[in-house]
């Protein structure tokens, strides 16, 4: 038989998983990871706990990829019909099948609010996401203690990420839509109940949003929609994320998928999507997307191998 390339495109939960489930199971299969330009694999779920903490340097919270031929080169696209992907350094790489991993990023804060742009270029007001915005992050709580951090949102990552910033002895306000936190995620009561054990311990602004922000030297101001004007050292944005994926699924909507992981828009092309990137389907139920690493990582594992690469 003759060897296969399978290409797996992103090199987090997903696509760690998919080459180690591909690597023990099948051995005529060559495997080529294509990672994010000079990024190094790393586990994103030590973006806040760890690495923006200063509690873990970038370096430990690397995924090691070990036998496999991996190249740090963003994809921009993929042709489905001549089963190639087009990197960034303008390289085309050729497939049998292709397993598309490229999880998420994160939501921003509103275009329309006065202000923002100014206080990103400021460094005052950051997403935490990646590995670059934790050690922005690390950084700026290094300047002052404690550090005054305004965080928005009213999700998990925000609550850990308040809570984290808590315990490590800094002043913590939370900024968000909601009236309970976290409701959508873990239910009305659950969610309350934590927000009456949290509240003692933090300033909460809930029901509201940013309207304005001003960007002074030393800090930041953030104006609600009710007139009200929190400041801090910085701010951290935590709304969520969208699905990241290469042309021709850049849009935020991700990578619909069938129940063995197909991408449905390109039938019978061994294109496969796995992770925070793909969308599933129920019918009679709403599309939804899982970005959680527990799930990504079980969804890379069923990439099966050549029964399911090559046949469509
Ligand atoms: C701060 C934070 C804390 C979290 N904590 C938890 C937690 O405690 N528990 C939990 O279950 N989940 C947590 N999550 C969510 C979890 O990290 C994600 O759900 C999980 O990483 C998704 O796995 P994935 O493989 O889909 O994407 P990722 O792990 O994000 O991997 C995708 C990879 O693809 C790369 N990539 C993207 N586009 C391209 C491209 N075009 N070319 C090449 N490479 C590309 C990315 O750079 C990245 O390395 C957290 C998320 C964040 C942001």
Known sequence: ?????????????????????????????????????????????????????????????????????????????????TREVHLASGKTRAYDALVIATGSRPRTLDETIIGRDQAVSAGQLTTLHSIADAVRVRNLLAGTHPTRVLILGGGLVASETASLLIEAGHDVALIARSLVPGATAIGEHVARRLLDLSQPQHATYLGRQPRAIRTHADRITIILDDGTHVEGDLAIVAHGTLAAAPAPWTGPEGIPVDGHLRALHAPRQRIYAAGGVAVHHYPGHSSYRIDHWEDSSAKGTTQRGPCCMTSP
């Open 1 to 81: 038989m003759s060897t296969r390339t399978v290409g797996i495109i992103g090199a987090g939960a997903a696509g760690t998983s998919a080459v180690k489930t591909l690597h023990t199971s099948e051995a005529d299969v060559e495997i080529d990871l294509l990672a994010r330009s000079g990024e190094r694999p790393y586990n994103r779920t030590l973006v806040n706990k760890g690495v923006a903490l200063g509690l873990l340097e970038p370096d430990q919270a690397a995924l090691s990829v070990t036998d496999t031929r991996t190249s740090t080169d963003t994809v921009r696209s993929v042709n489905p019909q």
